[in-house]
């Protein structure tokens, strides 16, 4: 790879001059922030619907001064359809992201959301925010299909894990921003913020097409000139550019030859890319550390943080401002892990908070139960900062890692199918959690629920332990390149080095 570096300063010397100049290298930076922002936003927006019913139910009640107004089975579904009518877009948005490229469906996106605030807004009954969720169903699908991969493939290996992360934690933001809006407002008003924040996105007219997508086009001279508007000419940037067309082509060109193969056995072909190593490993990982996430039940604990923290507390007031706290504590401590990512390498990271937080899991069920069995009196004061630590535990590391994780493990050419498969697996199991979470809160009590998603979170994380690799730092190639068998390995790099003697 050295003389691939030695080559890249050789094709272009005036461009390596020019970054050596620190304004020139900030400037590929803002404009790798400035389409990055693009996708904070908009993710900034569904959690603002996410976190509308938290505080949408309750107030809708009061007004009615009736339960009915909001039924239970009502109330689960607002709170859960997102990821249901996330399910058929699973399938859609990876073909127009694989056809069309990255811009023309992001557009669509941000109008479609538009839209559905909207509806939001001029609602006038249950059923017609019931609609509104169905639409935000895009939103949430895109978020693994399209905008992880546009955070991945527009922006520079060292910046990646920063960028995608920070894009987890604005999810959480909005969820907060929606919660403390509701909490000193009337509900609606949370549908000005979302419009406003979905207009910003709209800039996408003003981006390249993704560089990766061009390369898999075959459009390697716009590949080439996307590439440096984004990151440059340096000698890392330009390595990347030339493995990324190198590949590209190969790849082009091993499935012209395999197109004729595989027309009479389409069967046989389907059977070796499932049973491909750089296919099933980096789902096989995903699957796991998504899992881990959603089974430590901290979104569960977000959707119904003030009924949670009334059941056990038994005040209203405190239920409202713990929920806030736990909201804000939750945020500081997800900005916190964007820091030490920067620092701690990404296993690291993420399994100790991990097992910070399903230690505190453990530690709430054992209170609970001691307060079930009268052992000890209740504390709210005790019991939020459990449910604190908890919550910052988990947000340090599994609540902002699973996307930037399979963002970086899965390979370019297996990236329609694998994020198809990851996306359907991911919002059918968020959906079905939070949709079921209330009847587990019922049949097995409060100390029982955190005692089985402690347990849950336990097995989980170490199969995280024993499978993930680190991917920090590593360019897209270099990771790919764990996964693939030795020889094919080894055929890769020579293929290279032979190409750049």
């Not at 400037?27 to 790798?32: A, D, G, I, S, T």
């Not at 332990?465 to 020579?494: A, C, G, H, S």
């Amino acid at each position: 790879m050295d003389s691939c570096a030695d080559e890249a300063v050789d094709l272009n010397e005036s461009g390596e001059a020019d970054d050596k100049n620190t304004v020139t290298t900030k400037r590929y930076l803002w404009r790798q922030i400035f389409v990055s922002s693009g996708v904070w936003s908009i993710y900034f927006v569904l959690g603002l619907g996410f976190g509308a019913p938290t505080v949408m139910i309750p107030q809708i009640r009061r007004e009615a001064n009736s339960t009915d107004a909001v039924t239970e089975s009502m109330a689960s579904w607002l709170t859960s359809v997102h990821g249901y009518s996330a399910l058929p877009w699973v399938f859609v948005i990876p073909v127009l992201t694989r056809y069309i490229g990255r811009k023309i469906p992001f557009t669509i996106i941000c109008i479609v959301t538009l839209v559905s605030f909207l509806l939001f807004y001029f609602s006038t009954n249950t059923t017609h925010l019931l609609i509104s969720a169905i639409m935000q169903g895009m939103l949430l699908a895109s978020n693994m299909t399209l905008l992880v991969v546009i955070v991945t493939e527009y922006s520079s290996p060292k910046y990646r894990g920063v960028f995608m992360i920070f894009e987890s934690t604005v999810f959480f933001w909005g969820v907060w921003v929606a919660n403390a809006t509701g909490a000193f407002s009337h509900w609606k008003n949370i549908a000005y913020i979302a419009f406003v924040c979905s207009l910003y996105p709209l800039t996408v007219v003003f981006w390249p097409e993704s560089p990766y997508w061009l390369a898999m086009k075959g459009r390697f001279e716009e590949c080439a000139a996307s590439h440096h508007w984004l990151k440059g000419y340096d000698k890392d940037s330009q390595c990347e550019l030339e493995t990324l067309i190198d590949s590209q082509k190969q790849y082009i060109k091993m499935c012209a030859e395999n197109k004729r193969n595989v027309a009479g056995n389409r069967v046989k072909f389907i059977y070796e890319t499932i049973s491909t190593k750089a296919f099933y490993m980096p789902m096989f990982i995903s699957v796991v550390v998504m899992s881990m996430y959603h089974f430590s039940g901290k979104l569960v604990c977000t959707m119904y943080a003030m009924d949670l923290i009334n059941q056990i507390t038994g005040s209203n007031m405190t239920s409202s401002y713990g929920m806030l706290i736990m909201d804000i504590i939750t945020i500081v401590g997800m900005q916190l892990g964007c820091i030490l990512s920067k620092f701690l390498k990404r296993r690291t990271l993420l399994l100790s908070s991990a097992t910070s937080g399903i230690f505190f899991l453990y530690v709430i069920s054992v209170y609970l139960y001691l307060i079930k069995y009268s052992v000890i009196a209740e504390n709210r004061y005790l019991s939020i900062l459990f449910l604190t630590l908890f919550s910052v535990s988990i947000s340090l590391g599994p609540m902002i890692m699973p996307s930037t994780i399979f963002g970086e493990l899965i390979c370019l050419r297996y990236q329609t199918p694998c994020l198809l498969l990851l996306t359907l697996f991911s919002e059918f199991l968020m959906a079905t959690i939070l949709k079921i979470s209330p009847y587990i809160f019922r049949t097995l009590t409060l100390p029982g629920a955190f005692l089985f998603y402690g347990l849950s979170a336990s097995f989980f994380a170490l199969l995280v332990y024993k499978y993930l690799p680190e991917t920090k730092d590593k360019t897209l190639f270099e990771i790919e390149n764990y996964f693939k068998d030795p020889n094919q390995r080894q055929n890769d790099v020579e293929r290279v080095l032979i190409k750049h003697r």
